[in-house]
């Protein structure tokens, strides 16, 4: 990570990373006041503090590729977010993303991050103290030993994840985590299609269905980004004749 002598978050000019990076949100659709600017910058800061302990992001990153790779990449999800309110998970969140920026665009989600790694589980929770983030859940643990947690089955109206976990494991576990109704967030590089061929066994075990697929570049030479939508369909009781069946 380049530290913060390239980064110029206060100039007022044209030529200011935070001016640069309004902009390019608002061309997503979201619109970030000066108090959730001042987080993203504040979010920079303590990433740039520990990241050379902790590995939060590519240590030869520029402040401009934090902001577009991982600030405006997590809040390519904002439109499609159906609930301000809702409860949503992120997978294997690392530093933060894209659950964090999320939370700090739409401050009324209640965002659960789970996260295996003790060290980025620390830099998570004093993250959030610093940012005042509250209705924040910050879970230090595995994957697979959440989802054998009865509790954490079916509660979840929002899945994300990004580069976490290969589709079908991902939609695997998700499928198991959000509720009906609820949806499952990939975000994607250009093979897209390409993993899209081996999910529809999982589809069908969880009763899942691909509602949608947005491509989009990130601004500033950024890479191309799939965002692909799955939606946990409603199962419902049937009863057919006399004999009512149940389905
Ligand atoms: C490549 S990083 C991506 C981090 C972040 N989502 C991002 O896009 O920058 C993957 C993260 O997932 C975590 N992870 C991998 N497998 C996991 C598992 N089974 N359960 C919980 N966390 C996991 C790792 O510790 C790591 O921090």
Same mark, same amino acid.
């Not at 206060?10 to 949100?25: D, I, M, P, V, Y």
């Not at 659709?29 to 504040?42: A, H, K, S």
């Not at 302990?53 to 030869?60: E, G």
């Not at 990130?218 to 939508?229: N, T």
């Given at each position: ?17 935070? !001016? ?8 997503l ?14 979010y920079?800061?303590?990433l740039?503090?520990?990241?050379s ?8 990153e520029s ?14 999800l ?46 998570? !929770? ?21 989802? !054998? ?31 009906p109704?609820?949806?499952?967030f ?12 081996d ?18 570049t ?12 799955f939606k ?9 004749g ?6």
């Open positions: 990570m380049e530290h913060s002598s390239s980064c110029d978050f206060n100039t007022a000019g044209s030529g200011g990373l935070t !001016k640069r990076f309004k902009e390019s949100a608002a061309g659709g979201v619109v970030l006041t000066d108090e959730q600017l001042q987080n993203f910058q504040r920079y800061q303590e740039d503090l520990w990241n302990r902790f590995n939060l992001v590519a240590s030869t402040a401009e590729e934090v902001f577009v790779k991982h600030f405006l990449d997590s809040l390519t904002v439109p499609f977010l159906p609930l301000p309110d809702g409860r949503l998970l992120d997978i294997g969140t690392g530093g933060g993303f894209p659950g964090i920026p999320l939370k700090i665009a739409i401050p009324g989600l209640k965002v659960t991050l789970l996260e295996a790694s003790r060290k980025k589980v620390s830099f998570l !929770k004093s993250l959030c103290r610093i940012l005042k983030l509250e209705g924040m859940s910050i879970l230090q643990e595995r994957l697979e030993s959440l989802l !054998k947690e009865e509790s954490s089955r079916v509660c979840f109206d929002m899945v994300v994840s990004r580069a976490a976990l290969k589709l079908p494991q991902y939609l695997q576990a998700a499928g198991g985590l959000v509720s109704s609820g949806l499952i990939a975000m994607k590089g250009a093979n897209y299609r390409t993993e899209l061929d999910v529809s066994d999982v589809l069908t075990d969880w009763n899942l269905v691909l509602t949608d697929v947005h491509t989009l990130l601004p500033r030479g950024g890479d191309f980004r799939a965002i692909l939508i946990k369909l409603q199962t419902h009781l049937t009863f057919r006399p004999a009512a069946t149940r389905i």
